[in-house]
């Protein structure tokens, strides 16, 4: 069964600050794809990144980087210099390719607060 | 390019009574899917079509629960005699039938049951 782990809660940075949100994943698929979607007090669910299962490179989009690593089963998201913007709850979320729904399954999300 | 809209915003209804939510994905979507999010949780997965045709239901989907997307476009949520175990927020998303194609959500209907 998939599943997604969001150990961290909730998370309060300075404005400026790198901050490192965490995610982990299990999946028997060896196809699948990774997400993380920003939710802010508005409440709509916005998509920053996806990723599958046979790109392992690290991406970077402007102040954002996503690590990926297999080997630990880890999808892990930094935001370098934090932002007060940037305060919403950070959802990761994994696909399997098979079955064909696709659907995802979400973390329970990382509340991150940045204070100015 | 329109995104995904959904309709009410709000919905406050008494226990018992029915509701129906609506859906307009992203047009040249041909996949429209339902979450449920509750407070302090992550979006849960509740049913998806591929054009008209409904393909997976979860089990969080009682029978008191029914989707509907007629003409492949539009696609209604209906719960009949709610409970307050349903008041959640109700989140619509779309996408293209391509593998592992991002979804894109909607604002969401919270539902208020009292």
């Known amino acids: 069964a998939q599943k997604v782990t969001q150990a961290q809660t909730e998370i309060s940075v300075v404005e400026k600050e790198d901050v490192t949100l965490d995610c982990v994943y299990e999946t028997r698929d060896t196809t699948y794809y990774l997400f993380w979607y920003k939710q802010p007090p508005s409440g709509e669910l916005v998509f920053l990144i996806r990723r599958n299962s046979f790109d392992e490179q690290n991406e970077i989009s402007g102040r954002y980087s996503w690590n990926f690593q297999k080997s630990t089963s880890s999808f892990n998201f930094t935001i370098t210099a934090s932002q007060v913007v940037d305060s919403a709850v950070y959802f990761c979320a994994l696909s399997e390719a098979t079955g064909g729904s696709e659907k995802l399954v979400f973390g329970k999300g990382t509340k991150l607060t940045v204070n100015p | 390019d329109t995104g995904v809209s959904q309709n009410p915003r709000h919905k406050i209804t008494k226990r018992g009574q029915n509701v129906t939510f609506r859906c307009d994905p992203i047009?040249?979507?041909?996949?429209l899917y339902w979450y449920r999010q509750t407070l302090g949780q992550g979006p849960e997965f509740l049913t998806y079509?591929?054009?008209?045709?409904?393909?997976?239901k979860s089990r969080l989907l009682s029978d008191r629960f029914s989707a509907e997307r007629p003409k492949g476009s539009f696609s209604t949520l209906e719960i009949q005699r709610t409970e307050q175990g349903d008041s959640a927020m109700y989140l619509c998303?779309?996408?293209?039938?391509?593998?592992?194609?991002?979804?894109?959500f909607g604002p969401g209907t919270r539902l208020t049951v009292t």
């Open positions: 079509f591929q054009n008209e045709a409904q393909l997976e």
């Open positions: 998303a779309s996408s293209l039938v391509l593998n592992g194609y991002e979804q894109y």
């Open positions: 047009s040249e979507h041909n996949r």
